[in-house]
């Protein structure tokens, strides 16, 4: 497991500029359009943009601000014979 980097305030701090960002997701598959080895790295918007290959059209990617939930549903999961 990878281990995310972060300011005193919680805040993620991206890999390769080193600057703090609020956190953000992409698809799986759209992160996947990076390089390998950037994959496992915390980049912020504006480092994970740059790092797609110029052959993608960057207005189809959709960045959405991670939601943090207050409360968790649990489920409670029994094998049966």
Same mark, same amino acid.
């Given at each position: 497991?990878? %281990?995310v980097s972060?300011?005193? /305030?919680? &805040?993620?701090?991206?890999?390769?500029? %080193?600057?703090c960002y609020e956190d953000? /997701?992409?698809?799986?598959e759209?992160?996947?359009l990076i390089d390998a080895v950037l994959q496992p790295l915390? &980049?912020?918007?504006n480092c994970y943009m740059e790092s797609l290959p110029s052959t993608i059209d960057?207005?189809?990617?959709q960045i959405r601000r991670r939601q943090v939930y207050?409360?968790?549903l649990f489920? &409670?999961?029994e094998l049966c014979d």
């Open positions: 497991s990878h %281990k972060s300011t005193s /305030e919680g &805040l993620p701090r991206c890999h390769l500029c %080193k600057s953000w /997701e992409v698809s799986f759209q992160w996947g915390d &980049l912020c918007i960057a207005s189809n990617i207050a409360s968790f489920i &409670l999961m």
